[in-house]
């Protein structure tokens, strides 16, 4: 049974993180932190969606617009971004 194209999407993101991290000469034990930590907040990033999903129910092109509207704010702003 073949995956589907999502799921192999996922697994090939990981698998290309991880030699990027191997060729940029990382520790095994820095680079599975950083995956741990990416997973962990996409998780938190799917929790979030669904839970905000579920209370603006009937209101979703408003939560369109206010998503948008701080979209277009972070991409002005992330040139001045001197860290």
Do not use: H
């Not at 599975?32 to 579920?54: I, K, M, N, Q």
Request: net charge positive; proline share 4%.
């Amino acid at each position: 049974m073949p995956l589907q194209p999502g799921i192999q999407l996922q697994v090939t993101r990981f698998c290309v993180q991880g030699y990027y991290m191997e060729r940029k000469g990382m520790s095994l034990g820095k680079s599975s932190v950083a995956l741990t930590l990416l997973s962990l907040s996409e998780f938190v990033t799917y929790v979030v969606a669904s839970v905000l999903g579920d209370n603006l129910k009937g209101r979703l092109i408003y939560a369109n617009v206010v998503s948008s509207s701080c979209l277009a704010v972070i991409c002005i702003a992330w040139p001045f971004n001197r860290s």
